[in-house]
């Protein structure tokens, strides 16, 4: 029933947003942040993934990017709610992905319009001579040495994602913000929500006249203020939604 309402809004929305988290790609194999099997759970964000303590120990992010992050990542696809994504943007009704997600995967199943919140695993820089490597480059240099570093110069190597403690990336964030104002149709897909200022973006939708839907298997803070709430997995919502819309064109 929820999705015939969900279907409704879709169809009246001129401007309609996707704003992803973990949740979208659990169903890929990679483990959520936070919630049953989140990796939080086990490893200290404040230790594993604060820029601060990355640079009094660097070798705590590059341990858990060795042992946890590369192997859920490196033969990962993404999955039916990505391609979902990908079938509502070609029939011209989704217009931004918003991602908290540094897996690339909804540019990989081919979304074409993807603000990258919190960076991505795809790029590592040398903070020294600003060289760039790859995912599994970086993993094989980690296969002799813990912390990696650049084979031209030894500086030390980071990764192209924003940790706690640093800033979002400005450009984007204006973007992010701008595609919430101009939203009719604003829907939460496998986010706790609790992350700020990404959070922040379906607040600013909703105040500004977005119907707001959350999709996330586990209550959010945000359901009260939303339009329809589904705690389900986001191929449950999505396939389903793509089907309805694909036969009414
Ligand atoms: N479909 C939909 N939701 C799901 C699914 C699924 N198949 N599996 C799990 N979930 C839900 C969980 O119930 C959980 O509430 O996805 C949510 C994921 O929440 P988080 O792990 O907190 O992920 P996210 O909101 O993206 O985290 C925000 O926190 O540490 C950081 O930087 C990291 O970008 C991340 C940010």
Redesign the pocket.
Known sequence: MNINALQDMLGQSKYTVAF?????S??SGV??????????NVYD?DKY?NIDYFYQDPSYYWQFFRDVRYPSLHQAQPNT?HNALVSLERLSLLHTVI????DGFHQTAGSQKVLE??GSTRVYTCMQCKEQFSMHQVFEFLESKLPPTCPKCQGLIRPG????GEALPMQVLHKAEEAALQADLFMC???????QP??SFPVVAKQSGAWLVI??????PLDDMADLVFH??????LVPLVQAKDMSQ
């Open positions: 992803t988290g973990a949740g979208i659990a169903e483990p959520t942040y936070r919630g049953a099997g989140g990796m939080w964000p993934a709610a991602t908290q997600n540094i919140l919190h994602t924003v940790m706690f897909i496998g986010s706790s929500l609790v992350v990404a959070a999709v996330n298997k586990d209550p959010t389900q997995s986001a191929s449950e919502v």
